[in-house]
Nanobody, 124 residues
């Protein structure tokens, strides 16, 4: 079965950090563009970050730029999101994705595979 499984979510104080992981299985994601999206209660899903298949090009939403870092380990079939200086506006369910063809429109992912998501909560 082809799966993406997120982990690393939880509760953190404002200003703290979390590192999310996304483990791929069932196939290799080495040649896939991948990314992270998030959805907060009452809001639509929004783009967070993208990384190309080689892991040498990244894009970020303005709201997280400079605070979040996306990375990819093609050897382990893993995707990561390091979140620093978390803010009260960041709580959401974070989901990872993988696309079998190039992802060129940041807000509209062509992802074929999606994880179930991991919840991030920020307290003040």
């Amino acid at each position: 079965q082809v799966k993406l499984v997120e982990s690393g979510g939880g509760a953190v104080q404002a200003g703290g950090s979390l590192r999310l992981s996304c483990a791929g299985s069932g196939r290799t994601f080495t040649n896939d563009d991948m990314g992270w999206f998030r959805q907060a209660p009452g809001k639509e899903r929004e783009f967070v970050a993208r990384i190309n298949w080689r892991g040498d090009a990244t894009n970020y939403a303005d709201s997280v730029k400079g605070r979040f870092t996306i990375s990819k380990d093609n050897t382990r079939n893993f995707l990561y999101l390091l979140m620093n200086r978390l803010q009260p506006a960041d709580p959401a369910v974070y989901s990872c994705s993988a696309s079998t063809h190039p992802w060129t429109v940041l807000s509209s992912s062509p992802a074929v595979y999606w994880g179930q998501g991991t919840q991030v909560t920020v307290s003040s």
